[in-house]
């Protein structure tokens, strides 16, 4: 009877642990660089993955100065998602301060890389402001969780499958929407320079605002002066988040008849209750105020 009962206990604790969730102790611990491969690797990893950000929603990458909690937390990873493109220019000594045992894995790896229009000849980073490379992305990723994690290979598989095919009914949407604007109207003003590969990919002009510095508030004199190219080159929207003051975007408006636009998310995600939390989120947001300005 005692051996019994003892047996019966062994098979619900049996039972218990085939049953229990995995723990986070568990998961494959994953750094991405920057919140939008973060959340990529979140749609391919699933549940079987714990994921840690170094550049947070809302956060300037190219500008970013890691601390030692970020340190720590790429030390304890098993595997590290980069953008690459020379967009995280702090990592190889955020790497060694961190003594990393892994080796990055650059998801941008079968990119065609786009030459930043400014002369300098570099390279743009912000490959994911296409869907088509946004793919490339994710199979990257995927990838590189199967070789980090064997065991997952099919729930990553699966996983990737379905984002996939998220992505290619996001693709549908952005054309479809973009393809009801005539051509001609298709262009905006505006100092963010990371929409190059969207520009590319979808047929929009992002034109930066010339002879106007993109890093300080604009100026009276400069107000005149993209109000001129406004007219000259019949821009039917502008876009310029670092213009504070409402009364000088006002003026803008007035006076080219063009319309302002909303805020477009180019490098980070929003927080969690922003309107760009998701990568899929921010690609509609952007699609939503650039069908918003520019339709006729
Ligand atoms: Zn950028």
Redesign the pocket.
């Known amino acids: 009877m005692l051996q019994q009962s003892r047996r019966a206990v062994l098979l619900v604790l049996a039972a218990l642990l085939v049953a229990a969730p995995a723990r986070a102790d568990d998961k494959l611990k994953v750094v991405a660089s920057i919140s939008i491969i973060g959340d990529f690797v979140k749609n391919v990893g699933g549940d079987r993955v714990e994921v840690a950000t170094l550049v947070g929603p809302n956060s300037?990458?190219?500008i970013f100065s890691p601390t030692p909690t970020d340190a720590k937390t790429l030390g304890a990873a098993k595997i590290v998602f980069v953008n690459g493109m020379g967009?995280e220019g702090w990592m190889t000594r955020l790497a060694a301060a961190s003594g990393a045992k892994v080796a990055p894995i650059v998801v941008t790896t079968g990119v065609k890389p786009r030459q930043e229009e400014d002369g300098h000849h570099a390279v743009d980073?912000?490959a994911w402001q296409s869907i088509a490379n946004a793919k490339i992305y994710v199979a990257n990723i995927r990838d590189g969780l199967k070789k980090a994690d064997p065991a997952g290979a099919a729930a990553y598989d699966a996983n990737a499958k379905a984002y996939l095919d998220r992505l290619d009914a996001l693709e549908h949407e952005v054309r479809d929407t973009l393809g009801k604007i005539p051509p001609g109207r298709r262009k905006i003003i505006t100092t963010h320079?990371?929409f190059g590969y969207f520009g590319r990919a979808y047929g929009v002009q992002f034109i930066a605002p010339s002879g106007v510095s993109a890093d300080s508030e604009p100026s009276a004199r400069d107000i005149a002066k993209i109000i001129a190219q406004v007219k000259r080159q019949n821009i039917p929207a502008v876009f310029l988040e670092n213009v504070s003051d409402p009364r000088l975007m006002q003026q803008i408006a007035r006076e080219t008849g063009a319309k302002i636009g909303g805020t477009l998310y180019?490098?980070a995600l929003s927080e969690p209750s922003g309107p760009a939390a998701t990568y899929v989120e921010m690609m509609r947001n952007n699609l939503g105020e650039l069908a918003k300005a520019l339709a006729p």
């Open positions: 300037d990458a190219h967009l980073p912000h320079d990371a180019s490098d």
